[in-house]
């Protein structure tokens, strides 16, 4: 049997696993601190109205 191979696809299955779910992860941060960004300056433009 050649373990070697087993051992090598485990070991990048790990790493490519974990690779993703940092990438979904970050994806999801970025999307609610990108709809906090929107809801805020959207909050803010609102309350300005005619200065004048």
Known sequence: M????IEI???YGV???FG???YVAM???LKK???ER?????AERE???PTA
């Open 38 to 42: 929107a809801a805020k300056e959207a």
């Open 47 to 49: 309350g300005e109205g």
């Open 27 to 29: 994806d999801r941060k």
């Open 20 to 22: 993703v779910w940092q």
């Open 9 to 11: 696809g485990l070991f």
């Open 33 to 35: 601190t990108r709809a």
């Open 2 to 5: 050649n373990f070697g191979w």
């Open 15 to 17: 790493a490519v696993a």
